[in-house]
């Protein structure tokens, strides 16, 4: 069994820090679990580029308000408490922040754990390792 808390978690090198995000990585590829598991921050007033290529994502809004735009069509679907995107096709899209959002994000394949994006708003399929 494997037990964390978010607070531990923040301490560690399991909080990541971009520039309009962080995120406690509470459940990682060395876990063995088939997908990983963060609580993620996004910055108020912040709009973050993302087209994950190499995972497919899942992402529940716990608070804060904000909005997600598929860059493919255009289409605003706005972020509240007790909403969920899934973004099963690898979707390019625009994550704005109206306020702080705190997300719960699941991600397959799994992270490592220190991925960042990178210039496209993509994760890597293979990054450096939390090891515990």
């Known amino acids: 069994m494997i037990v964390r808390t978010l607070q531990e978690a923040e301490k560690t090198d399991r909080r990541v820090v971009s520039d309009n995000w962080e995120s406690a990585r509470l459940l990682l590829k060395g876990d063995n679990m088939g997908f990983s598991f963060h609580i993620t921050t996004i910055y ?37 408490p007790g909403t969920i995107y899934i973004l099963n096709k690898h979707d390019k899209h625009l994550l704005r922040a109206k306020t702080q959002l705190k997300l719960v994000c699941v991600f397959n394949p799994p992270l490592h754990g220190k991925e960042i994006h990178d210039e496209n708003g993509v994760y890597p399929l293979e990054a450096e390792e939390i090891i515990d």
């Open 44 to 80: 108020a007033g912040t709009e973050t580029a993302i087209w994950y290529q190499n995972h497919l994502e899942s992402v529940y809004c716990m608070e804060g308000e904000g909005e997600v735009e598929t860059v493919d069509d255009g289409k605003i679907h706005p972020i509240k």
